[in-house]
């Protein structure tokens, strides 16, 4: 049975008292055009004022058909039914002209028993028309905020017909559809709800304001009551295109409100996949819910990091997460992602879980951006406003966009850029802004990791003379702003710690000197710089499986570091996957771990 709060969709605005507007129309009005347009629409012809001879002709068959329990009523029910439905039309229309439910029924006293004898007839609500069309006559008559006590049972009346057209209860109308017609009620129920999902959906859409013309129309109090009776339905995939559409129509209409707990309910089911709507129905919930953008941030944060296993199809969790798509068509929403991000780096700045995050976030933004059509694509400058402008496209550049072999010379040139920003900001005189400048350039350098693993990855096999800008960038990428990135003494052990990683992989024997220096290192704040390094050596370097599974089972044998180099080694495994030589590598590097 569809919940009993559906009936508050039917909603009536109340003759505004008091007062008075600076709108030529009221918000009743505004309804009424609205539904007008529709209606016009659809049948392209303005309808006729009802007549008294049709009032009564129709009356009269509502009385002669009864509950059709005849074959010659339901025969006759089938000859007029077409017919039917344009009087029902039409009455809609009418009903649309009065100012509340009061006048209705001073003008038309004989509606109530006419719909009431309908409601009653399952062979005249069987038809899908002829329910949609009774389904707005009392969506016309029923108030939003009843002024006197003929309202209040116009409603209560209402309600009452509602339940019996969902009921399962002997006597109701599903009952009878499949006592006479062999109609299963579950099939109703489904059937009936897409029915008023679809009138309600096209009832906001034609609402939603394109123009300062439209917005006379918009119904706000309409709005925020039909989301109030979604709530209990939002997990019912018939009821999806309408949520859509209620999203969509406040992110346009700045005006109209949804409830709060609408928008937490959608969003709750959303995220725990219990609803499913379009991408733009998802981006409009987080464009009028800043909470909403928060929490599904939040939620891909704590799925990311809370299970290790996730890194293994990362850049299909965060596609999912819609968060990429949404950064490249809602620039704000890069922003305020961005921001969280950063945050978050501030506090666990050291965790791989979320750097790996932050890059793959990061490529899928500039892949789903590079995908767009020139004319649409915002600069680079608009979505990184605090970085100089000669860094972006160096680092957000892909590497796959640059021959392999200028990389070391692309590497090279960014690290001359960061050198020199770095030099400059020294001679600022305001610490807090040189820090925040500083701050900026590495959490660049963080979301543009991919060229990081290439510096580490080139690291393996050029000489000194070339290890310089590489082991810069590596550094700063490790060890961010208060570190002393720049200092002689860090450079010296980050030099040092290079080679003797170089000795220990390529040396006929193994040196107990260098292993001890390496396990040492791997205890200090810099550890994630130096377990880089010697992943990437076990990974990139030309030396047999034994002499990398002796020199791994004698470093790695703290558990809290074998558990950042699974992470590490996770995090390359999804950026190569494909070549046959480094997964194999990869994948005895696994056992090599999990042995230890």
Known sequence: MVPYASNAVIKRKAKPTGGGGTSGLSAREGSSERSSFVFSFLRFTVMAPLSELQMRFWMDKAVQWGQATSPSAQ??????????GTFLESLVHTLQTTNSTTESLKSFPFVGKFLGRLCWNPYVTADGVSRRLLLQCMWQLYS???QNVVEQRANEWIRNLLCHLTSKDEGSMVHALEKYAGFPPQQYYSESLKKMVALLTMEVNSSQITSSASLERCTFDSIHSLSVACIPLVTCPEVAPLIGSLLNHCNSCHCSQLSAEFIKAVETAWLSKKLVIEDEAVMALWCVSLSSLERAVLFLF?????DPNVTKDLENVVTDSLLPKASVLHCHIFLIVNDIFRNALISIEDNVALRNLLQVFTRCFLQMRAAQRPQQRLPLRSFFPHVPHDLLTPLLTIPSDVPQNVWLEHLSWIGTLVK???QDRNQEEDSSKRHRAVFEVWFLLVQAGHWIDVAAQILVSVGSGQSDPLLFLLMFYHDPTNRGHQSTQHNNVARQA?????TL???????SERLSAVNELLCTPSANLFLSLLLNFAIFSQVSTSRVTDVLEKVLTDAGVRGRAMCMLSSVHQKLKGDGAVDARLKMLKDILHRA
């Open 505 to 511: 992989f390529l040396a006929h024997t193994l040196s």
């Open 498 to 502: 290079w080679s003797d990683l170089k």
């Open 420 to 422: 020199t920003f770095l």
């Open 302 to 306: 704590e799925r990311v990091l809370s």
């Open 75 to 84: 025969q006759d029910i089938s000859k007029h039914i077409q017919s039917l």
């Open 144 to 146: 939003a905020e009843p």
